[in-house]
């Protein structure tokens, strides 16, 4: 039986559509994400009562600490804001702390109140990150910095390997991104390699005073920031070179308040 013109337009129209292959669902949010470049000033203040006036386009601060509107006027202020959380390590104070598993705690990291995880445990540690990092998303915040990702390095209490490390932060790294967030390599200097791809910039303590600066370059060659500080040396033992190889970076007390000597 010969078909209406319009009838076989129709079915023309909906068989393209069916055959056409969607967006993935973040394509949208990958493209808008937040992609800091190498050389932004930044602030990164972790204790005391939030300075929101320290003249720099980037704030880092505690995700669990600061409610939606504080990220909001850091905003209005023209800031992109860094939510911080500890990934790889347990937290005592946290209001989610009671529902990590026991078993998934190990020896302390150094300090008060924190624990190593056992990264291995995916499965449970996933939609716990899943649901601090939507706490991140909708309070407002640009970027996620996850702490103690390194954890294989130390001694945790489990037999975590390089492989279990990189398996976990490529996880952190990917729920991130599907909520729109840009994230941040903390430290982990020795798979830098493997996971700039995944990673948007990276955070780094006292390269400087271990020699390891130079380790970084790979994020400010793919063009993103790496946002550094040191503790213990003064600015005119490291600020030269952190500046000859395009780091963001700054001197700051271990308590990490609001006090900052930038280079």
Not at 69 to 79: F, N, P, Q, T
Not at 156 to 185: C, K, M, S, W
């Amino acid at each position: 039986m010969r078909r209406s013109a319009p009838l076989l337009a129709g079915l023309l129209l909906l068989a393209t559509a069916c055959t056409t292959t969607a967006p993935p669902p973040d394509a949208k949010r990958a493209e808008e994400r937040w992609r800091p470049k190498p050389g932004l000033a930044w602030q990164w203040q972790l204790s005391g009562r939030l300075d929101p006036a320290v003249d720099v386009p980037v704030y880092d601060i505690d995700g669990f600490d600061h409610p939606a509107s504080a990220v909001e006027d850091l905003h209005a202020r023209g800031r992109k804001v860094i939510c911080y959380l500890s990934t790889g390590a347990w937290e005592d104070f946290r209001p989610d702390a009671d529902r990590f598993p026991k078993a998934l705690l190990g020896r302390g990291n150094g300090w008060k109140g924190e624990r190593w995880l056992d990264v291995r445990r995916t499965d449970v540690l996933g939609p716990l990150m899943a649901e601090r990092l939507d706490m991140c998303r909708d309070k407002g915040f640009d970027a996620v910095e996850p702490d103690n990702m390194d954890g294989y390095k130390n001694r945790t209490g489990f037999p975590l390997t390089a492989a279990d490390q990189l398996r976990y932060n490529r996880l952190i790294a990917r729920l991130a991104h599907e909520r729109g967030l840009a994230v941040g390599l903390k430290n982990d200097l020795d798979q830098i390699p493997e996971l700039l791809p995944d990673f948007d910039f990276a955070v780094n303590e006292q390269c400087a005073q271990y020699d390891e600066c130079d380790r970084l370059t790979p994020f400010v060659k793919a063009g993103k920031a790496v946002f550094h500080v040191e503790y213990e040396l003064t600015t005119d033992r490291f600020c030269p070179r952190s500046r000859r190889l395009g780091l963001s970076s700054m001197l700051k007390k271990y308590e990490l308040g609001v006090w900052r000597r930038p280079c």
